[in-house]
């Protein structure tokens, strides 16, 4: 099955800095790596995702990179705002049902 | 457009008790998931479903059962709670394999 370690399990940044978040997985088979934001009192809601055949993808403020040879991806997000804090997930996908595996979490506070 | 939805969002139960955690999506999607939050732990997964009528276990089933009749509704039925039940759960559905849309969540506590 999938494995997925995610470090660190909180960070702490002044508005403005960037914030990396870095995630590694086992099964060399997954092939999407999704990232997801949950707000406090809320679902965890998917913010940007990779597969297999890219290096990086960037969304605005947000980007992921992702080296299969190392089996690891990160999270950053640059110019943090306050509305940045909330506790980020990774996951992996199982090879043997492709169900998601997820990293334990990581807690992000923007300081103002 | 309402997504999924979780209902009840908190709940007291006594061990011993029953109840049914409910969840709905209006998306026609074909994949619906239950997951367990604890702290620290991340997310893990209690159940699945590819369609209506057919269901499977994740990691972490025992205590646990459900059911889909419709792709709509996919509830999970606690029948004899523990004090380890304690936990936030989330209901989720997709379109295909790998992602998802998620619920608002259910806290449970049991006393």
């Known amino acids: 099955g999938e494995n997925v370690e995610q470090h660190p399990s909180t960070l702490s940044v002044q508005e403005g800095d960037s914030a990396v978040i870095k995630c590694t997985y086992s099964?060399?088979?997954?092939?999407?790596f999704p990232w997801y934001k949950q707000e406090l009192g809320k679902g965890p809601q998917l913010i940007i995702d990779?597969?297999?055949?890219?290096g990086e993808k960037k969304d605005q403020r947000i980007a992921v990179t992702l080296n299969k040879t190392a089996k690891h991806f990160s999270l950053h997000i640059t110019e943090t705002q306050p509305e940045d804090s909330a506790v980020y997930f990774c996951?992996?996908?199982?090879?043997?049902?492709?169900?998601?595996?997820f990293g334990a979490g990581t807690t992000v506070t923007v300081r103002a | 457009n309402a997504g999924v939805t979780q209902t009840p969002k908190f709940r007291i139960l006594k061990i011993g008790q029953s109840m049914t955690l409910q969840c709905t999506q209006d998306?026609?999607?074909?994949?619906m998931y239950w997951y367990r939050q604890d702290p620290g732990m991340g997310l893990k997964l209690i159940y699945y479903?590819?369609?209506?009528?057919?269901?499977d276990k994740g990691e972490v089933p025992n205590g646990y059962n459900v059911s889909r009749s419709t792709t709509e509704d996919f509830p999970l039925r606690l029948e004899l709670a523990a004090p380890s039940q304690t936990s936030v759960y989330f209901c989720?559905?997709?379109?295909?394999?790998?992602?998802?849309?998620f619920g608002q969540g259910t806290r449970l506590t049991v006393v």
């Open positions: 989720a559905s997709s379109y295909s394999e790998g992602w998802a849309f």
């Open positions: 099964d060399s088979a997954s092939n999407y």
């Open positions: 990779i597969r297999s055949n890219v």
């Open positions: 996951a992996a996908p199982r090879s043997n049902d492709y169900k998601l595996s």
């Open positions: 998306m026609n999607h074909n994949y």
């Open positions: 479903s590819v369609g209506a009528g057919i269901t």
